[in-house]
Structure formats: structure tokens, C-alpha cells
T-cell receptor, first 113, second 109 residues
Framework: EAQVTQNPRYLITVTGKKLTVTCSQN?????MSWYRQDPGLGLRQIYY???????DKGDVPEGYKVSRKEKRNFPLILESPSPNQTSLYFC????????????FGPGTRLTVL | ELKVEQNPLFLSMQEGKNYTIYCNYS?????LYWYRQDPGKSLESLFV?????AVKQEGRLMASLDTKARLSTLHITAAVHDLSATYFC?????????FGKGTRLSVIA
């Protein structure tokens, strides 16, 4: 089944404790992206990747890192999480450098205490 | 900087009625998406609109795009309870996909 998977789905952590949210897709998509969703703000892009070893900042990259060592994986790293990073995070992927339909993962709900 | 504005942000409508959600955007784009999100769930792609005048329909939903007016509409015909969800439009700028804030639709009997 074609899909985007994320892990973990739910995470409660404390300020400053490094964490990684994994994202994997099995559709051979070049483009992958991370979004955060907050009430009243819609979805905002954190980082995106056009292909392996190519990543770029989105609208809200501060406090996040990403890497794209393999085509299928695009982990999101929070080196020192803070409470303002409490949010719902979505990974997405698509063909055509992001110009195709984007397929979203199930989401990761992160709470930073 | 591309800005995307949806309205209304909240919509309560009776079953059987028709209504339209509007999506305006601020700079030229040739690609617009509509998504549906159920509470606690991920986003589901509804429509991809690629050119001026594009119209797509699926069931009770019809989306259209006017690139000259920088406007897309999502029309709901004879609403049913199952359409209750949040609907997002998203516009492709130079690179990032910019989302509207969403329209929370509630269909009541």
C-alpha cells in the first residue's frame, strides 16, 4: 500500500531533550516536506527536500533540523525542544518537485513540557 | 510573499443547503489544491486544479479556479452530515506550498 508513515504518533517530552520524528514513504517520491499545524494558524511548512541531500527552509524552520540521506526517509530533528514547539506535525511527499499531489502522513502529536 | 486567505473560517450549514467556500491568494500561481481534514486525522487530497478555468467535481463537492482573479471556490451542493470536516486550500508558490487557515464546516440536521 502506498503510504507515508510517521513515528511516533504521540510524544510527550521535556524541554531540552533531543528528539527525532521519523518519516518514510514508499512511493519513490522525490519531494518530501514537514509541516506543523496549530489552531488558528493552519499548516505551516518547516522544511522541505527536493531530492536526496537537498533540503531547504520553509516558513518556520527555527528550532528544527532535517536530513535527507535516502530518498524514502526524511527525519525531523528537534535538538532542544521548547514548549512553543508543542504542535501536530505532518510529513508529506509528492512527485514533480512538490508540484504533484501531496500525500500526507498520519501526523505526530508532540507535547513539550 | 504568497498569502492565502480562506473564508469563511467557520461555517455551520443545514443539511440539503448549498454553500461556497472561497480561497484567495496574493501572487501568481498555476497550481491550487483542496484538502479535507477530519478531526484528529491527516489531510486527504480532494482536488488539484492546474489551470485557469479548471473545474473538478466529486460527489457533492465542486472546485474551480480563476487564476486571473486569484480565486478558487469549493462549492457544496445539498450538504450532508458526512461532509462535516475542515477544508483547506493550498497554493503553490515558488517553492513552499502555502495553506489557508482552513474552513471548519459543520453540517447540521
Amino acid at each position: 500500500e502506498a503510504q507515508v508513515t510517521q513515528n511516533p504518533r504521540y510524544l510527550i517530552t521535556v524541554t531540552g531533550k533531543k528528539l527525532t520524528v521519523t518519516c518514510s514513504q514508499n512511493m519513490n517520491h522525490e519531494y518530501m516536506s514537514w509541516y506543523r499545524q496549530d489552531p488558528g494558524l493552519g499548516l505551516r511548512q518547516i522544511y522541505y527536500s527536493m531530492n536526496v541531500e537537498v533540503t531547504d527552509k520553509g516558513d518556520v524552520p527555527e528550532g528544527y533540523k532535517v536530513s535527507r540521506k535516502e530518498k524514502r526517509n526524511f527525519p525531523l530533528i528537534l535538538e532542544s525542544p521548547s514548549p512553543n514547539q508543542t504542535s501536530l506535525y505532518f510529513c508529506a511527499s509528492s512527485f514533480f518537485q512538490g508540484r504533484g499531489e501531496q500525500f500526507f502522513g498520519p501526523g505526530t502529536r508532540l507535547t513539550v513540557l | 510573499e504568497l498569502k492565502v486567505e480562506q473564508n469563511p473560517l467557520f461555517l455551520s450549514m443545514q443539511e440539503g443547503k448549498n454553500y461556497t467556500i472561497y480561497c484567495n491568494y496574493s501572487t501568481t500561481s498555476d497550481r491550487l489544491y483542496w484538502y479535507r481534514q477530519d478531526p484528529g486525522k491527516s489531510l486527504e487530497s480532494l482536488f488539484v486544479l492546474l489551470s485557469n478555468g479548471a473545474v473538478k467535481q466529486e460527489g457533492r463537492l465542486m472546485a474551480s479556479l480563476d487564476t486571473k482573479a486569484r480565486l478558487s471556490t469549493l462549492h457544496i451542493t445539498a450538504a450532508v452530515h458526512d461532509l462535516s470536516a475542515t477544508y483547506f486550500c493550498a497554493v503553490l508558490g515558488n517553492t513552499p506550498l502555502v495553506f489557508g487557515k482552513g474552513t471548519r464546516l459543520s453540517v447540521i440536521a
